[in-house]
């Protein structure tokens, strides 16, 4: 009570800082004058100016005033708009790198220009995000003009731009994309082998349009490209044949959440049938050995049992299509994870396509919080407001609209079932639209929407139904959802990016009516007569009660509600919303069809009957805020495993650039070489022995096979004052002079080329195989919980071994391959370039894939290693044809004697924590 009143008298915190704003309002205002007065040169000659202040040491923060009335001039004589003070206020909300929340139809794309040409000034660049290739291609021309106006350079990143072309947008003042396009660029960027192949610079400042789709909803899963591994498709066959054998008493299946396991008497049965096969290493599935058949015949199972034919998807030319369980699509190009599609591939009998191993990876959350300065803008981000400051510390920050809202929203409607509602909806919408109001309708899914255009056919209204992979035409359909009578049914209005006009759109009519028409009188008298029309059509609309915005369901997210709502009443128009739900609602459905509410409904109200109160729509509110809580709970988890993986990935990354930038590797590599000798020397000398115990048969294999190094230690044996420090020190000496006798064989400039490749080689290599261990380590982590463990210390503690083994690893093979390679006397071959990597954006919620790049069809070998430098190793010594006999005489890094090509250890070596398999 205390606290409404103090808001009452001295307003909200957030009323608080916006009034704080004022005075720099008033010094933008002070500047006006002055710059009105300017010729077009001179206005244009301030963007020198600023710069030449900026290199004599004066901030951003002082040259915002000027810079802000300097772009409220240009965009007037340029676009034609001014920006009005509520717009300035998000302007500098933005420069100080906090979320400006500004409603539906206050100009977002407008005010985004006041702080990226502000920050554009220093030239490090500038990155705008936007949601969309439409958008980004959009606001780079419209908004472009502003900034080439002002002698700013524009960029805008899209699908199929070569690497040259993504390199000139980024070294632009200011650069447009979406957010998967600047990922995937960096994380491409980050598997090259030469610093001039990269696109990216360092980054400098990102300003996020629809911040809340982008930061929130896009962050529950990382962006990822992949490449595919070795051929498995036998092993899928012989497991499919296996599990085809079970019978329904032998597992056990929750269909919610499409898992299956098997029973004990299940499990034995299985074991005898891979025994049988071969395929079981001792007699319990279970052991570590059988780890990779375990999941094999869990995703086999998942196969065989959960998914099925036509429904989960289709089998066509020869080529198992899944079907999106929302819309009943076909979705080509798509592929389940995990080895689940090869799974239902070895089911159907059809030809089994290679999985797919992570090479690259990184959350959005981890990826923008590399920028120095972020700050967004949206229409609704205060019911996030948490999230946004505990995950990237930004602030949000209400901006007060520029004219009073005059919309009514409405209390929610609640009915029996969805074919009620639904007739309900169809003869609301049929009554408004002969009224002259305008319906915007909104969906959950697209099945939702096609249901609804029945029940609208059968009522005789005609309407527009959004089609949600044609972003240009979507902006026809949006820009003209104002106009009289039409109704449009839109499944997200999230991100749309075109406001919604009363009366329609000018420009889009011009361009949809008019585009026949050359430039001249006429087409000028015809725009003045569309103009006509337009205003008169406003007035009709007006007088209608304005745009109506009807829900048919609650979302999960208040947020998303509030988008669509916030369509209606635009620039202090009027409008109306409401919301009509059932009990069929997937909302109502997940918090309990059983309640006492529910039961009441079901029993008391009879068909086609509606309720309403404040008390249920404040219940459904209380709904959607579990759900939010849940739902960042899970985003929550995802960026807390991904920074174990975060904070080795900037170790690697970072090396990777300064092998590229240095001219020389050398002392890199001959610190490896002597980490590997004090190791070698450390593990058969064991400190505190005596001479006699040392291992002195392994030292002298291991020395062999790391150092090419045959070193007499019996001879020193011999000696009093023998010690490690000394056996260390010799083996140093002659390790160095094995690899400084190859070296004089090469010209300087060709043997540091070597040096460099074969670090980068190896460096990608051992970090692919580490993302594929974690990936694993990911996926079972969670049963430590029953041994009462918290599973995210257990992946911290496992994640950090694993990331020393893998630089042992790096350091061993890097030593290996200098000791032991052949060179012969050739210039290097040029740096390849990287091929179209596969790269996905699954959302866990949808299924959808929302990479938007067009190399997730891509399905041809990769290329993940550069070739060798005309590298020629020497024979293996000679070990017998008897696998049983290598056993710790081959070291599980160095090549499978068997001449396959693979590592020892992922061939006819020991299992071991890269996922090898013994053969």
């Known amino acids: 009570m205390l606290g409404g009143i103090a808001k009452a008298l001295f307003g909200s915190s957030n009323d608080r800082y916006v009034k704080s704003l004022q005075p720099i309002l008033a010094r933008i ?16 000659g301030q963007t020198a100016v600023f710069r030449e202040r900026l290199a004599n040491g004066v901030t951003l923060d002082d040259l915002l005033p000027e810079a802000f009335a300097t772009v409220r001039e240009a965009a007037r004589r340029v676009l034609g708009q001014r920006h009005y003070d509520m717009q300035m206020v998000g302007g500098i909300v933005l420069h100080r790198g906090e979320i400006a929340e500004m409603r539906t139809g206050e100009g977002k794309t407008l005010v985004a220009t006041l702080a990226t040409y502000l920050n554009a000034l220093p030239g490090q660049g500038i990155h705008v995000i936007t949601v969309n290739d439409y958008l980004a291609a959009r606001d780079a021309d419209w908004m472009g003009q502003v900034y080439r106006f002002l002698g700013l350079t524009v960029g805008v990143i899209v699908p199929n731009l070569t690497d040259e072309q993504r390199r000139q947008a980024y070294g632009s003042d200011i650069t447009y994309g979406t957010n998967n396009e600047f990922g995937f660029d960096y994380l491409r960027d980050n598997m090259k082998y030469d610093r001039a192949s990269m696109v990216q610079r360092a980054f400098a400042m990102a300003i996020v349009d629809e911040v809340d789709s982008v930061l929130i909803d896009e962050a529950r899963t990382p962006l990822i490209i992949s490449g595919p591994t070795d051929d498995k498709s036998e092993l899928y066959m012989q497991v499919d044949a296996v599990v085809k ?27 005898r049938m891979l025994e049988a096969a071969g395929h079981l290493e001792g007699d319990n599935l279970y052991d570590f050995e059988n780890t990779q058949v375990v999941h094999h015949l869990n995703q086999s199972l998942r196969a065989n049992v959960m998914f099925k034919r036509d429904t989960d998807y289709i089998v066509k030319d020869g080529k198992v299509i899944i079907i999106d369980e929302f819309t009943g699509r076909m979705m080509d190009g798509r592929r389940w994870s995990d080895g689940l599609h090869q799974a239902v591939e070895a089911k159907e009998g059809v030809a089994i396509e290679p999985e797919n191993q992570t090479m690259a990876s990184i959350t959005f959350q981890n990826y923008f919080r590399m920028y120095p300065k972020l700050s967004g803008m949206t229409g609704t981000a205060a019911t996030e407001a948490a999230e946004f400051y505990d995950i990237y ?47 915007l309708v909104g969906t959950v899914s697209i099945e939702k929407s096609e249901l609804l255009s029945e029940f609208l056919q059968q009522e005789g209204v005609a309407h527009s139904v959004l089609n949600a992979r044609q972003h240009e035409r979507e902006a026809h359909i949006v820009a003209q959802a104002g106009r009289k009578s039409v109704v449009t049914i839109a499944t997200n209005m999230a991100g749309r990016g075109t406001d919604i006009q009363l009366g329609g759109n000018l420009e889009f009519r011009v361009n949809d009516e008019l585009a026949h028409l050359p430039e001249g009188a006429e087409r000028e008298a015809a725009i003045a007569r569309v103009r ?37 009443g635009r620039q202090g128009d009027p409008g109306l919303s409401r919301f009509y739900l059932s009990l069929d609602d997937d909302l109502l459905r997940i918090f309990g069809p059983d309640t006492l509410f529910a039961r009441m409904m079901r029993s008391n109200m009879e068909d086609g009957e509606a309720i309403g109160s404040k008390w249920l729509t404040k219940a459904i509110e209380t709904a959607q805020k579990k759900v939010e809580a849940r739902n960042y709970d899970i985003r929550k988890q995802v960026v807390e495993y991904d920074d174990v993986m975060n904070d080795q990935r900037k170790v690697v990354y970072e090396q990777r650039a300064d092998i590229m930038d240095a001219d020389a590797v050398g ?46 230690v019996e001879d020193w044996l011999r000696e009093e004052a023998i010690d490690p420090e000394l056996v260390e020190e010799r083996v140093r000496i002659a390790a ?9 064989d090469l010209a300087p400039d060709i043997w540091m080329q070597l040096e460099k490749q074969i670090m980068l080689q190896n460096l990608d290599h051992h970090w692919k195989e580490h993302l594929s261990t974690l990936d694993a380590l990911r996926q079972v982590v969670h049963l430590r919980a029953y041994a ?37 006397f050739q210039a290097p071959p040029p740096l390849p370039t990287l091929p179209d990597f596969i790269t996905t954006h699954f959302d866990p919620f949808t299924g959808e894939d929302d990479s938007r790049d067009v190399d997730a069809g891509t399905r041809g070998l990769v290329q993940t290693q550069l070739p060798p430098l005309q590298m020629v190793r020497p024979e293996q010594p000679d070990l017998g044809d008897n696998p049983e006999h290598w056993e710790g005489r081959v070291n599980r890094n160095a090549p499978c004697p068997c001449g396959s090509g693979r590592k020892y250890k992922h061939c006819h070596g020991s299992v071991s924590v890269y996922g090898g398999s013994r053969e």
């Open 736 to 744: 160095d002079a094995v690899v400084e006798a190859k070296a004089k």
């Open 245 to 271: 054998q079970l019978s329904p008493d032998d597992y056990e299946k929750d269909e919610k959440q499409k898992s299956i396991i098997l029973t004990e008497d299940g499990t034995e049965k299985t074991e």
């Open 788 to 824: 009462q463990k918290t599973p995210i210390n257990e992946y911290k503690q496992e994640a950090f071994a694993l990331f020393e083994r893998m630089l042992d690893g790096i350091r061993e093979e890097v030593t290996r391959t200098i000791a032991h390679a052949q060179f012969q």
């Open 393 to 439: 510390k930004m602030n949000v920050v209400s901006i007060p609209t520029n004219v009073q809202v005059k919309r009514v929203d409405e209390e929610d409607e609640f009915y029996k079932n969805t074919a009620d509602k639904f007739a309900a909806i169809a003869k609301k919408i049929k009554v408004h639209a002969e009224q002259g109001q305008p319906v």
């Open 667 to 712: 002392d890199m590599v001959a610190d490896m070489r002597a980490e590997s000798v004090n190791a070698v020397v450390g593990e058969t000398c064991p400190p505190g022995s005596y001479p006699e115990q040392w291992d002195v048969a392994g030292m002298k294999q291991r020395l062999a096979e790391l150092f090419n190094v045959e070193a007499p």
């Open 532 to 568: 006509d029309e337009i205003a008169a059509e406003k007035q009709e609309v007006l007088a209608a009660g304005g745009l109506f915005v009807l829900g048919t369901e609650r979302h999960e997210s208040r947020r998303i509600d509030n988008q669509l709502r916030g369509r209606s």
């Open 29 to 44: 205002a002070g500047h006006e004058p002055v710059l009105q007065a300017m010729a077009d040169d001179q206005l244009a």
